[in-house]
């Protein structure tokens, strides 16, 4: 590496063998893909007493059962490049939606049904990652009770490039679905509403016909999908991958990851197990906690959201050390959003926030 220094007491293999009696923390740029440096702290970089101010961790316990999202979207996290989203549903949807502001990207938390499409119809279940092009026409058919976790961005959802890997490592292109041509399922109403959204506005649509009429299509844009169960994280028993291994959507100033179940690294090779405490200096971080045993952190359930801004540490719980040692594989699965610019806080997440989380890394 150009300009690599060290200096004191160190390690010559991040996150192996940490020096006894110390605390490694990962001070990097531009995420996990700039320049990096370990430093070796004699405390926890997250044994505050107080945070005082509006930098701290934050986080929404699990809300789906929240009469605010009942049959809607509510909008919790924003800036330029993107929007999050949690929402739920559980009866049919009325009209069709285009999106004339953002591609989209839903993640199906829980649930079954359709979606159908100008390009044909995709079924959809647990665990889905549904990649919707922005103006796309489309209409949602619930078959059971839906939650969602809604991503909006500016600049289109794009794999990741697999390098010396290989174009089958991540997740086989196989198990990329893509739709067939298929006209809407609807074809004996009178009217058929579009509610397209423009510059953050709702414009209504009418046409006689089901506009999903489509008899083919042929290109290279297209909505698809892809399962996190079908997920092949790249591991390794001597070193702890950093979440950027585990790319699953580049966005232009964010990224979005996938962690999955997966074997741990060897103790008896000195790998450092849980996640590694570190800065985010360049990006937000946020994870969506999907299903399993979220062994890193304490008292977070599944559905639940963390948020760590820039500037303020953050890594595993205390617990999690010991429990790691316990452990041979992590069966969790979450969807990480990295963000190049700060997000903003909508009124709702300010709402129903967990004002107490930042002190959950405070020993007791």
Not at 46 to 73: A, C, M, Q, Y
Not at 332 to 344: G, H, K, N, Q, S
Request: proline fraction near 6%; aromatic fraction near 14%; include cysteine.
């Amino acid at each position: 590496m150009e300009n690599f220094k060290a200096s004191g007491t160190y390690t010559k293999q991040a996150h192996v063998k940490i020096p006894k009696g110390t605390f490694e923390e990962e001070h990097g740029r531009k995420g996990f893909f700039g320049r990096v440096s370990h430093i070796y702290h004699e405390n926890r970089p997250t044994d505050w007493t107080h945070i005082v101010g509006e930098l701290r961790p934050r986080n929404l316990p699990p809300l789906f059962d929240e009469s605010s999202l009942k049959n809607k979207f509510i909008k919790i996290l924003f800036n330029n490049d993107i929007e999050v989203y949690l929402g739920t549903r559980d009866k049919p949807y009325e009209t069709f939606f285009r999106n004339a502001d953002h591609d989209e990207m839903f993640f199906i938390h829980e649930g079954e049904g359709t979606i159908e499409t100008t390009y044909g119809h995709i079924p959809y279940v647990k665990g889905d990652y549904i990649i919707m092009p922005r103006g796309t026409t489309y209409k949602t058919y619930i078959k059971t009770a839906t939650k969602f976790l809604k991503v909006e961005s500016r600049s289109e959802f794009e794999e990741p490039t697999r390098g010396i890997l290989g174009p089958n490592a991540l997740y086989d292109q196989t198990a990329k679905f893509v739709p067939e041509s298929a006209k809407g399922s609807e074809q004996n109403l009178s009217s058929y509403q579009i509610d397209i959204k423009h510059r953050g506005k709702i414009t209504h649509v009418t046409y006689p016909f089901n506009p999903l009429d489509a008899a083919g299509w042929k290109g290279s844009l297209y909505p698809w999908k892809v399962s996190i169960y079908d997920y092949c994280p790249v591991t390794s028993h001597r070193y702890h991958i950093p979440p950027s291994g585990h790319t699953t959507f580049v966005c232009h100033n964010f990224v979005i990851c996938s962690f999955v179940a997966r074997p741990l690294e060897h103790t008896s090779e000195g790998v450092l197990k849980v996640p590694f405490y570190h800065s985010n200096i360049d990006y937000d971080e946020v994870l969506f906690y999907h299903q399993g045993n979220f062994f890193s952190r304490d008292n977070i359930d599944a559905g639940a959201i963390t948020y760590h801004p820039q500037g303020i540490n953050h890594g595993p719980h205390p617990k999690a050390f010991a429990k790691a040692d316990e452990k041979e594989f992590t069966d969790e699965f979450a969807v990480m959003i990295d963000a190049r610019y700060p997000l903003d806080m909508t009124d709702d997440f300010k709402r129903l926030e967990n004002t107490e989380y930042w002190k959950s890394w405070m020993t007791k």
